[in-house]
């Protein structure tokens, strides 16, 4: 695969899972909102799946460029980690609130 398919690729995966997480975690919320907690427990673990894939696929990016492999730079990589920080934020803030909601 050539390095822009192969970067593309990489920056869609982070938006696809990033988004996933996000969208899991405010479905979580949402449970916690309306008192049922079990259900907001296992969509979190949903979103941490997805956040997971995300950030393992940012991580090897990290790697790949720590061993010497200059990474290209483009504007769906760069909307890509604007994706991933700002649902890592979304999902701290809304464990957070889940645990408001709990008390």
């Given at each position: 695969m050539d390095?822009?398919?192969?970067?593309?690729?990489v920056s869609m995966?982070?938006i696809?899972n990033?988004?996933?997480?996000?969208?899991f975690?405010?479905?979580?919320?949402?449970?916690?909102r309306?008192g049922?907690?079990?259900k907001?427990?296992?969509?979190?673990?949903?979103?941490?799946?997805?956040?997971?894939?995300?950030?393992?696929?940012?991580?090897?990016?990290?790697i790949?460029?720590?061993r010497g492999?200059?990474?290209?730079?483009?504007?769906?990589?760069v909307?890509?980690?604007?994706h991933?920080?700002?649902?890592?934020?979304?999902?701290?803030l809304?464990?957070e609130?889940?645990?408001?909601?709990?008390k």
């Open positions: 390095e822009n398919k192969d970067i593309d690729l995966t982070i696809a990033s988004g996933d997480a996000r969208s975690a405010f479905q979580a919320l949402a449970s916690a309306k049922e907690f079990d907001a427990e296992e969509l979190m673990k949903k979103s941490d799946q997805a956040s997971n894939l995300a950030h393992q696929a940012q991580t090897d990016l990290l790949k460029e720590a492999e200059k990474q290209e730079v483009n504007i769906l990589l909307h890509s980690q604007d991933l920080m700002t649902s890592m934020l979304a999902i701290e809304i464990k609130m889940i645990l408001l909601y709990k």
